[in-house]
């Protein structure tokens, strides 16, 4: 059994879909909570910090990747 109208009586008309998906946008905006003032929900900066524990620092002397989209300059110098 499923839970409120059935599909094919909201979307008879378009009042009625407009008014179904403006409620299940409300729903969505009524149940996502506010980030904090710094920006960062408590779950973030324990993730952030789980993180940085696993992964190696990265090596700043390091070449970064090349793309292997990037065109070769070999190539392209003509």
Do not use: H
């Amino acid at each position: 059994m499923m839970f409120g109208p059935r599909l094919s009586t909201v979307f008879a008309s378009r009042w009625k879909a407009l008014a179904w998906s403006a409620s299940i946008l409300l729903t969505a905006y009524c149940t996502v909570p506010k980030p904090s003032e710094n920006g960062a929900q408590p779950q973030d900066q324990e993730a952030v910090a789980m993180v940085k524990a696993v992964l190696p620092a990265p090596d700043a002397a390091a070449e970064p990747t090349r793309s292997p989209w990037a065109p070769d300059k070999a190539r392209t110098a003509n």
